[in-house]
């Protein structure tokens, strides 16, 4: 898990995926798209854009992935995420579906990191992740999902 600013991006430009992810999110006006997937690299790299409610921590539901990479981006509002190593989260609460790429786990050892405006927290496979907690009150945030294939 990697957590920064987003004027900090090019730090992380080594691996050339996460260059081309970073690279959209720096050289576009993210407030300017609209919910719904951007394509950047077919299906290697894509960006998904919504708009949410932030939800209170005892809804907190921790996903990990198998095939991609998340780089999640706030680009309003702010957001709480929970996160942990895969191998903390044994308890499989909703088995991993190849299809979405997503499988739903508990687990006992985790963190929790406040995301603001600008910032960023990056999830590779092994890292569990619960986004979209509140940090104070629920609120409406605009985000983006950059998907980057592993």
Known sequence: MIFDKLSNAKLYFGDERLKKGFEFLLNNNLKNFGEGKIVIDNENIFANFSSL??????YKKFE?????????????????????LRDSFSDVVVPYDENKDV??????????VNVEEGEFAVFYPDDVHA????IND????KKVIVKIKV
Request: aromatic share 14%.
């Open 53 to 58: 409610k932030t939800k209170n921590e005892q």
């Open 131 to 134: 986004p979209m907690l509140s």
């Open 103 to 112: 499988e739903f786990l508990n687990g006992d050892k985790y963190s929790f």
């Open 138 to 141: 629920d609120i409406e945030i």
């Open 64 to 84: 990990a992935h198998r095939k991609y990479i998340d780089i999640q981006y706030v680009i309003k509002g702010r957001e709480r995420m929970g996160f942990g």
